[in-house]
Antibody
Framework: EVQLLESGGGLVQPGGSLRLSCAASGFPFSSYVMSWVRQAPGKGLEWVSTISDSGGRTYYADSVKGRFTISRDNSKNTLYLQMNSLRAEDTAVYYC????????????WGQGTLVTVSS | EIVLTQSPATMSLSPGERATLSCRASQSVSSYLTWHQQKPGQAPRLLIYDASNRATGIPARFSGSGSGTDFTLTISSLEPEDFAVYYCQQRSNWPWTFGQGTKVEIK
């Protein structure tokens, strides 16, 4: 059974940093593209970042480029999102999502972790 | 950036009724269109991929159609558990984008 378990969310002041983790199990993690998607309170879904199976290619939304860094440790089956220079508008539930074998869509989502940026 | 416009924003229906949800793209996304369902307090769940393929475990009352710029998600007969928010998403071009969602609520 595929499981994606996010952690690391919490309350942080504007300008601060946070690192999110997503522990994966139930599938060969190193073979799949992984992503982060966020959802601000009461709002829709926003794609944030994607990393290739090897970690060699990364992609970012303009809204987080230069501030967030996606990475993965295939030996630990874990996906990360390092978030720096956080802003109030980064407040959201952050979901990790697994790609399908065809890499054409997300097929599994984690339960999410809430990040609140506030003074 | 490809903009996905979903309509209507909200639809009020009764169990047993048919729901037809629309997703229109600002430019062609071929068939790289996915539908996800989200219930309150829960993570999204994959429903339909490649515009018309049901994901594993998704009931046959859910169907998707369309290509290019116009897509439809149809729920043939609403069950109580189908009242939720539905999002379309494209992965044809970077950045990947989502529609703003259609809420299907109980009338």
């Amino acid at each position: 059974e595929v499981q994606l378990l996010e952690s690391g969310g919490g309350l942080v002041q504007p300008g601060g940093s946070l690192r999110l983790s997503c522990a994966a199990s139930g599938f060969p993690f190193s073979s799949y593209v992984m992503s982060w998607v966020r959802q601000a309170p009461g709002k829709g879904l926003e794609w944030v970042s994607t990393i290739s199976d090897s970690g060699g290619r990364t992609y970012y939304a303009d809204s987080v480029k230069g501030r967030f860094t996606i990475s993965r440790d295939n030996s630990k089956n874990t996906l990360y999102l390092q978030m720096n220079s956080l802003r109030a508008e980064d407040t959201a539930v952050y979901y990790c999502a697994k790609d399908s074998p065809t890499a054409r869509h997300f097929d599994y989502w984690g339960q999410g972790t809430l990040v609140t940026v506030s003074s | 950036e490809i903009v996905l416009t979903q309509s209507p924003a909200t639809m009020s229906l009764s169990p047993g009724e048919r729901a037809t949800l629309s997703c229109r793209a600002s430019q062609s996304v071929s068939s790289y269109l996915t539908w996800h369902q989200q219930k309150p307090g829960q993570a999204p769940r994959l429903l339909i991929y490649d515009a018309s393929n049901r994901a594993t475990g998704i009931p046959a009352r859910f169907s998707g159609s369309g290509s290019g710029t116009d897509f439809t998600l149809t729920i043939s007969s609403l069950e109580p558990e189908d009242f939720a928010v539905y999002y379309c998403q494209q992965r044809s071009n970077w950045p990947w984008t989502f529609g703003q969602g259609t809420k299907v609520e109980i009338k």
